[in-house]
């Protein structure tokens, strides 16, 4: 977090902002406090009856090109849970419960020449086959392969690295 990130007060309009902390700015006019807290990402590792995890290739930056799990931003009102089913629908039209947690880790999303903090939750998921998923918003394709078949490198996120890391492993010791 950089204290240029934020140039006027969200509430006067003021310009002298003045960093208290790495999350604390404060207005000098009028004395709100504005506390830059992680935005909250939810992303699914989901396998098939084969043992095969489902990936995505994103079509978007960041990460265009780079392969990442199906996964986006939980909106305001909605629980970890309800994103992360709604986020694997709308990228991949797959209809998935049974969700489990998994893992969380912090990152940093770039966007348009700003950087967000997130905390990415990692969730698991078992359904029968891939069948019916299909790239859809902002993913460019899908695919499925055994995870011991990972190339880390190509991965778009390092939450995503080490989430899959963790399946990975665990799986490895049963």
Do not use: W
């Amino acid at each position: 977090m950089n204290e240029s990130r934020f140039l006027f007060c969200s509430r006067c309009g003021g310009a002298k902002i003045q960093m208290r902390s790495p999350v604390e700015f404060e207005c000098e006019s009028c004395g709100f406090k504005h506390f830059a807290n992680p935005t909250v990402a939810v992303a699914a590792i989901i396998a098939n009856r084969a043992g095969e995890i489902l990936l995505i290739r994103r079509a978007k930056d960041p990460g265009q090109g780079k392969l990442s799990v199906p996964g986006g931003f939980v909106d305001p009102g909605e629980t970890g849970e309800e994103a992360v089913r709604r986020e694997v629908f709308e990228e991949v039209n797959l209809q998935v419960d049974g969700f489990k947690y998994l893992a969380s880790f912090p990152n940093e999303y770039r966007y348009q020449e700003v950087i967000y903090p997130t905390l990415d939750v990692f969730f698991t998921a078992a359904v029968e086959s891939f069948s019916m998923a299909r790239a859809r918003s902002e993913v460019q394709s899908v695919l499925s392969m055994a995870p011991a078949r990972l190339e880390f490198g190509e991965v778009a996120f390092p939450s995503v690295e080490k989430a899959l890391r963790l399946y990975v492993a665990r799986l490895d010791r049963g």
